[in-house]
């Protein structure tokens, strides 16, 4: 299972520090992170934030067999 929950613009507001939605849908932007405009604000997913950073989705046979071992 890959770890993409959600994250909605009130949890994006803590992570960031910013106020107001369009401060942070900028900021994450800024950042590389791909964000979605809902009808509550910006929101993103934490696979879509790890990407940003350089970090690939785990597959399947990684979380299987992290050692890559088959």
């Not at 800024?30 to 009808?39: A, D, L, P, T």
Request: hydrophobic residues 35%.
């Amino acid at each position: 299972m890959s770890n993409s929950a959600v994250l909605s613009c009130e949890d994006l507001k803590a992570i960031t520090g910013y106020r107001r939605a369009g401060d942070v849908a900028r900021c994450l932007r800024e950042q590389g992170v791909r964000v979605f405009h809902g009808r509550t604000g910006p929101w993103t997913t934490v696979d879509l934030i790890n990407q940003a950073g350089g970090l690939e989705p785990r597959t399947d046979t990684e979380e299987l067999n992290p050692r890559n071992v088959l």
